[in-house]
């Protein structure tokens, strides 16, 4: 398929901004960018100086190289540039983040809200956010783009739910599209969508820095339990945007009517049904107890990883959710022992890493989304 004259462009603005921000210390001359990249001297020039007249690029002087003739001028790359916001709502919680071009969370902020989704969306979410760019003055004009993560399955392509959230008081199929259009109009940027597990399962993926040959699946347990999948450094939404819902997998034969899927089996309710634990308010819980408890969830999680790890054949395995964090070190070191007797010792398992790890994946989904536009612009033909 011949590309035509846009398509070029867009290439190799991508290449350049790619090759530039993965350089170890983000420095480089036009000369080395052509070596590397194979894109013509001319080519490099006219991009890069695209990229200096919107201060993604700044010049740091020349280059001290040994012999006679010109030095090269030497260009860094300027993270703080542009900013994309990430914002992640659990049903109780409202993390913020601001994220800048590498994927850093420069600012971030959690707070508590309640009400209705609707009145959230229109009135509580964009005043929340009003006082977190006044807050942290992050300057308006630097903000590209923003994500928006719910605890919900979203199309991200229709910006409409697909099954009905209980927990955000929808019933039934709700379309996104007037409010997020609201949002774009208040903050004067793109607004996109994704489910809340997806966007921290990216960002426990650019957390560690992990490439497109990476894969990294995210698995949750708090109020329900969940997963997002990341395959050679892509979100595996699925068909019907439903792909992770681990939340369906069946303990027992579910025929016999003597299975029951994975929610029931490890949500906090259970819990304290079966073991009088109280996952909310562990203080002064019995040891022994909180060992039983630590014992039955690494059993059942080990038996999901054992079955995704079958099927998918991924490099990392991240646990994340409350109860995991009340609960990390015994279930970590049951859940070891338990894949390690079946076999499956060479998985890398370990708890997240990134405090804000939903808002930072959203951020830096919308990051992607919105530099896409910055390398298609017209700018400086």
Same mark, same amino acid.
């Given at each position: 398929?011949? #590309?035509? %004259?846009?398509?070029?462009?867009?290439?190799?603005?991508? &290449?350049?901004?790619?090759?530039?921000?993965? %350089?170890?210390?983000?420095?480089?001359?036009?000369?080395?960018?052509?070596?590397? &990249?194979?894109?013509?001297?001319?080519?490099?020039?006219?991009?890069?100086?695209?990229?200096?007249?919107?201060?993604?690029?700044?010049?740091?002087?020349?280059?001290?190289?040994?012999?006679?003739?010109?030095?090269?001028?030497?260009?860094?790359?300027?993270?703080?540039?542009?900013?994309?916001?990430?914002?992640?709502?659990?049903?109780?919680?409202?993390?913020?983040?601001?994220?800048?071009?590498?994927?850093?969370?420069?600012?971030?902020?959690?707070?508590?809200?309640?009400?209705?989704?609707?009145?959230?969306?229109?009135?509580?979410?964009?005043?929340?956010?009003?006082?977190?760019?006044?807050?942290?003055?992050?300057?308006? +004009?630097?903000?590209?783009?923003?994500?928006?993560?719910?605890?919900?399955?979203?199309?991200?392509?229709?910006?409409?739910?697909?099954?009905?959230?209980?927990?955000?008081?929808?019933?039934?199929?709700?379309?996104?599209?007037?409010?997020?259009?609201?949002?774009?109009?208040?903050?004067?940027?793109?607004?996109?969508?994704?489910?809340?597990?997806?966007?921290?399962?990216?960002?426990?993926? +650019?957390? %560690?820095?992990?490439?497109?040959?990476?894969?990294?699946?995210?698995?949750? #347990?708090?109020?329900?339990?969940?997963?997002?999948?990341?395959?050679?450094?892509?979100?595996?939404?699925? +068909?019907?945007?439903?792909?992770?819902?681990?939340?369906?997998?069946?303990?027992?034969?579910?025929?016999?009517?003597?299975?029951?899927?994975?929610?029931?089996?490890?949500?906090?309710?259970?819990?304290?049904?079966?073991?009088?634990?109280?996952? !909310?308010?562990?203080?002064?819980?019995?040891?022994?107890? %909180?060992?039983?408890? $630590?014992?039955?969830?690494?059993?059942?999680?080990?038996?999901?990883?054992?079955?995704?790890?079958?099927?998918?054949?991924?490099?990392?395995?991240?646990?994340?959710?409350?109860?995991?964090?009340?609960?990390?070190?015994?279930?970590?070191?049951?859940?070891?022992? !338990?894949?390690?007797?079946?076999?499956?010792?060479?998985?890398?398992?370990?708890?997240?890493?990134?405090?804000?790890?939903?808002?930072?994946?959203?951020?830096?989904? $919308?990051?992607?989304?919105?530099?896409?536009?910055?390398?298609?612009?017209?700018?400086?033909?």
């Amino acid at each position: 398929m011949k #590309l035509d %004259r846009k398509d070029l462009k867009r290439i190799n603005r991508q &290449t350049i901004f790619q090759y530039i921000r993965s %350089r170890e210390h983000q420095v480089v001359s036009c000369m080395q960018i052509s070596k590397d &990249t194979k894109i013509s001297l001319p080519t490099v020039l006219k991009h890069v100086d695209y990229f200096e007249q919107l201060n993604i690029l700044k010049g740091i002087g020349a280059q001290e190289v040994s012999g006679a003739g010109r030095k090269p001028m030497l260009l860094e790359f300027v993270p703080d540039a542009f900013f994309t916001l990430g914002v992640s709502f659990d049903g109780k919680y409202l993390e913020c983040a601001c994220v800048n071009l590498n994927y850093e969370v420069v600012h971030s902020q959690r707070v508590i809200l309640n009400g209705s989704m609707d009145d959230l969306l229109s009135q509580a979410i964009p005043a929340q956010l009003e006082r977190f760019i006044a807050e942290f003055a992050i300057p308006r +004009k630097k903000i590209i783009g923003m994500g928006l993560a719910l605890p919900t399955s979203v199309d991200t392509n229709q910006y409409r739910t697909t099954t009905p959230s209980p927990l955000l008081g929808w019933d039934v199929d709700y379309d996104l599209k007037t409010p997020l259009d609201q949002l774009s109009h208040q903050f004067g940027c793109p607004v996109f969508i994704e489910n809340d597990v997806n966007a921290a399962a990216i960002g426990e993926f +650019k957390e %560690r820095q992990l490439t497109s040959g990476d894969d990294l699946v995210y698995i949750t #347990l708090g109020t329900g339990i969940g997963s997002g999948i990341v395959l050679n450094g892509h979100v595996r939404r699925g +068909k019907q945007f439903a792909a992770g819902e681990i939340a369906n997998l069946v303990f027992g034969d579910v025929f016999s009517q003597m299975g029951a899927p994975a929610e029931a089996m490890l949500t906090p309710q259970h819990l304290l049904t079966q073991f009088q634990y109280n996952v !909310y308010d562990a203080h002064g819980q019995d040891q022994r107890t %909180r060992i039983r408890v $630590a014992d039955y969830i690494a059993r059942h999680l080990a038996v999901i990883i054992m079955n995704m790890e079958s099927v998918l054949n991924v490099n990392y395995f991240v646990l994340g959710g409350f109860v995991i964090e009340q609960l990390k070190p015994e279930v970590l070191e049951f859940l070891l022992e !338990y894949l390690a007797g079946c076999g499956f010792d060479h998985l890398n398992i370990t708890p997240g890493n990134s405090p804000f790890a939903s808002s930072k994946g959203v951020g830096s989904l $919308a990051s992607d989304r919105a530099l896409d536009s910055i390398f298609t612009r017209d700018d400086c033909d």
